[in-house]
């Protein structure tokens, strides 16, 4: 039995690398007494497939892995419970989702290898609000945006505009309300953000409740991934080209709230299956 | 728990590693700082990743945690980044937990495991704003204590701490934190607190001696200034550890850290008498855990931690009597668990290699041995029980089972050592090698590889070789010359590789180890000339602190290179750890007429330690009786 795991890594956690966060869960399964599956040979490992590393700073209610169990006889709430149980402040077990099985003869779809898009609040540092608003409307204005990024094997220049579904911005004149500016509805909205802000997912990403906060829902995974980085890195030169100001590379703080994967040209959420 | 960590995101996100320094692991205890009387910030002054691989902290973590009026929390060095940052914008070292100053607790407790983290304590207790100096703090500052196996001789330290618990912290903290509340309750000072504390048995408070000197610079009196003041400090010892706090909970770090897995501590002390091992003396007497209380322990730890590597820990494991009944019925419960066991200081016998084979990848691992010296002659002074003989058979017992990779580790500069003493170093080497090539061909997996290593040996207190030179850096770098010439010269030396360990730490820690109070003010200038993480080979400035040494006259003439007469008052001899001077000297004659004392479960030879009436020194009386 495979079974996918959503969490949330938030506080003080923001600052635990992907690689400690793997370690974290090994021992948290052990702890659980789930029965995991384990490989075969002289040094045995958990059988485990993580989502994709998630930046250091940053907040997420959307953290995945799929893992294989030794037994098939044991419910989804169980298995949520179990390790609910083990974690300790700062990791939340969102939901546990059984797999189906795989049809004989298709490639192993793992979490990784599924995800099309993710969906992100940032919140602008305090002294960088005006600006960041002003730089995100005139993006949303633009066809594309072209910036230069560093891979592995050289750069290479990367349209970040096109990689962008959705963009809401809430600020003051909008009362808090979601406002999109660009809205391609191919993305899912969370449902506890159809009725507002989703209090309980900012209150483990934010520290306090003010405005403007912007949504944005963009490409990831292998493919084509959009990273924050890159968005803020897009929105700094739109800034410094608009008003001439330059913003500190740190210009917001990230959350992210969902990945997704793709079906029938929608994005559905990772814990959809 | 608070979310405010001491530190800012951009702060966290200049630094190497910022999961150092926000807290909040598996286990962590959670108090609220406002609802106990008493903080105490327990600090292992080096990089989090070795201060957390530390089994003292975690027991003493927890011990103090069961309290209800406390609230112990955890401190490590910042690394070298966030060292530079915390100076330039002013921000005090803080504790994991709640995030809060140092500063602001009742006590800070450093745990001093070697000598070269001297520079970090100052780095520690100056990064929290208190004055390095126990004199200069005021009712502001936390009272500074001090333990591990550097406070046996805490004299080069003495001046930075109000005082130091000599011996094993389970016994009397206890008194000392109730000591403590009654004392602010009835309005004293911490004066009158540290007067106090003074007449409980093991506390060392530095202040209340008077140290003076002859001219040519070794001590003419150490003494009380007061009669109410112990002339002499007792260790303190648990003396059944079956009935003693443990852990069953242990802290688990997010990071990797150097220790990666939960730790059992089988025993402690240890039987053999090394002549130049420290903690087989300062730890005597030798007492063990019960096998039953262990497989509860480790039941515990590893349910509560989820680890997947379990280190039974001892100084010599092959000693431990219930060694066999333990690690077989260790291997069943690891292996349903998916948990690997590892057993280090293990004597290599029949015993050893049917575990190692049980528990290890043949080809991925190494078998070791301590030899610690290259010839019989040399082993009998040293007194290590280790005969070529048991080498070279351990050795083919481990090749004919598959193993092919063999570690040795030796000391260069041991008392009386001659060039054949270097020269046999190489031989045993290449003994073991060819121990191996007596496999016949087709049974062998290969080449061997025998690799050697040596360090530099340093004269520690409370060793039979605490009276003896050490040779100089300059006689230690020759031997390693001629050592790694006759490796070369081996027959086998293919087979052989030789590595060798740097003279400067070694002659630095031996100044540290049998230093006296006049050492401190040269610790403080190199630290303010920017020395910290000594024990750091890529950040130990030998420059700064051989300038520092000489301005202050200190010499490794005096400290390191000089034979000590008998009558000398030692810096150390106000500290008694059970272990008496006289067999200390009996030892240091033995060694020089190439003399071994057997070990203790064969025999008693009358150390002293009995007087605790606790672990070996009382199951023999018991067995003979019988």
Excluded at chain 2, 289 to 298: D, F, P, T
Aim: charged letters at 25%; a negative charge; glycine letters at 6%.
């Amino acid at each position: 039995m495979n079974i996918r795991v959503c969490f949330s890594k938030y506080d003080r956690l923001r600052f635990l690398g992907h690689l400690d966060v793997m370690r974290y869960f090994q021992h948290a399964i052990a702890r659980s007494g789930i029965p995991i599956a384990y490989s075969q040979g002289f040094h045995p490992h958990m059988i485990m497939s993580f989502a994709q590393p998630l930046a250091l700073s940053m907040t997420s209610d959307g953290e995945y892995f799929d893992c294989e169990l030794s037994a098939s006889e044991i419910s989804e709430q169980d298995i949520c419970e179990s390790l609910q149980n083990t974690m300790c402040d700062g990791f939340f077990i969102r939901s546990v989702t059984a797999l189906p099985e795989r049809e004989p003869n298709t490639r192993k779809q793992t979490g990784m290898s599924q995800i099309a898009g993710a969906m992100y609040l940032c919140e602008p540092l305090p002294g960088c609000e005006a600006t960041l608003l002003d730089a995100i409307t005139k993006f949303a204005e633009c066809d594309s945006f072209c910036i230069e990024k560093k891979a592995k094997n050289g750069t290479r220049t990367v349209d970040v505009r096109a990689g962008i579904h959705a963009i809401g911005v809430a600020s003051s004149d909008s009362d808090g309300a979601l406002q999109y500016l660009v809205d391609d509805h191919i993305f899912d909205t969370p449902s506890d953000l159809v009725s507002g802000w989703g209090r309980e997912r900012s209150e483990h990403a934010f520290h306090s409740e003010y405005t403007p906060r912007f949504l944005i829902a963009v490409d990831a995974g292998s493919e084509n991934n959009i990273s924050v980085e890159l968005i803020a890195s897009s929105l700094r030169q739109i800034a410094s080209q608009l008003t001439g100001t330059t913003l500190p590379e740190r210009c917001m703080s990230s959350h992210r709230m969902e990945l997704y994967r793709i079906s029938e040209g929608h994005m559905i959420s990772l814990s959809k299956v | 728990m608070s979310n405010k960590l001491a530190l800012s995101d951009d702060i966290l996100l200049r630094v190497e590693k910022p999961a150092r320094y926000i807290g909040g692991e598996i286990n962590m205890v959670v108090k609220d700082p406002a609802a106990v009387d008493i903080r105490f910030a327990m600090c292992f002054p080096d990089v989090y990743e070795v201060g957390m691989s530390h089994l003292g902290i975690q027991i003493l973590y927890d011990m103090f945690n069961r309290r209800s009026d406390t609230y112990c929390e955890r401190v490590y060095s910042p690394w070298t980044d966030l060292d530079k940052i915390m100076r330039e914008e002013h921000i005090p070292l803080f504790t994991l937990e709640t995030q809060s100053p140092v500063k602001e607790f009742d006590f800070l407790g450093i745990t001093l495991q070697y000598e070269m983290c001297y520079t970090n304590v100052l780095q520690v207790l100056d990064l929290s704003g208190i004055p390095l100096h126990s004199e200069d703090r005021t009712e502001d500052d936390p009272i500074v204590i001090g333990g591990g196996p550097c406070s046996y001789n805490p004299e080069p330290i003495a001046d930075f701490f109000d005082f130091f618990y000599i011996g094993e912290g389970e016994t009397a903290y206890d008194e000392i934190l109730d000591l403590y509340k009654e004392n602010r309750a009835a309005g004293g000072t911490r004066r009158d607190f540290l007067r106090k504390v003074s007449h409980i048995e093991g506390m060392y408070v530095p202040s209340l001696y008077r140290v003076e000197y002859h001219e040519d610079g070794t001590i003419r009196s150490f003494t009380p200034i007061a009669d109410d003041v112990p002339a002499r400090i007792r260790k303190q010892v648990v003396r059944d550890l079956d009935n003693c706090v443990y852990p069953e909970k242990q802290l688990l770090p997010f990071l990797r850290v150097i220790q990666d897995r939960v730790v059992l501590e089988l025993q402690r002390g240890c039987t053999r008498g090394c002549r130049f091992c420290q903690a087989g003396m300062i730890y005597r007497p030798n007492r063990e855990r019960s096998v039953e209380h262990l497989r509860n322990i480790a039941k515990s730890l590893l349910d509560t931690s989820g680890q997947d590597e379990m280190n039974l820990s001892s100084l010599s494991s092959s000693d431990f009597s219930g060694l066999q009944e333990l690690v077989y019925a260790m291997i069943d419960e690891c292996r349903e668990r998916h948990v690997n066991l590892s057993l280090p200081s293990l004597r290599i016998d029949s015993f050893a290699v049917d575990v190692m084979k049980k528990v290890q990848d043949v080809n991925k691992s190494s078998i070791t041995f301590a030899p610690e010296a290259g010839t019989q002659r040399m082993r009998n002074v040293i007194n290590k029980g280790l005969t070529d003989e048991d080498i070279l058979s351990g050795a083919a017992k481990a090749f004919a089972a598959g193993w092919n990779k063999v570690k040795l580790y030796f000391m260069l500069g041991l008392p009386t050592e001659q060039d054949d003493d270097v020269k046999g170093i190489a031989q045993l080497g290449n003994a073991i090698a060819a121990e191996y090539y007596k496999i016949p061909k087709e049974a062998r997996h290969g080449r061997v590889n025998v690799t050697i290593s040596t360090s530099y040996f340093i004269a520690k207190p409370f060793t039979p070789f605490q009276w003896m030179p050490m040779i100089s850096k300059e006689q230690f770098l020759q031997n390693q010359r001629l050592l790694k010439t006759t490796v070369n010269e081996q027959l086998n030396a293919k087979s052989l590789e030789y590595h060798w360990h740097d003279a400067e730490t070694s002659e630095m820690e031996g100044i540290f180890a049998r230093g006296d109070r006049r050492i401190a003010p040269a610790i403080e200038e190199a630290y303010r000339k920017g020395c910290i993480y000594d024990a750091w080979v890529e950040h130990f400035h030998y420059d700064i602190w051989k300038e520092v040494l000489d301005r202050h006259g200190i010499t490794v003439e005096f400290y390191n290179l000089r034979e000590r007469p008998k009558n000398e008052i030692l810096p150390w001899d106000h500290i008694d750890i059970g272990v008496s001077r006289n067999f200390l000297y009996r030892e240091y004659e033995k060694a020089q007429r190439e003399e071994i004392t057997p070990n203790c479960m064969k025999q008693c030879s009358g150390c002293g330690a009995a007087s605790y009436g606790c672990g070996i020194c009382v199951q023999k009386r018991e067995t003979s009786q019988s």
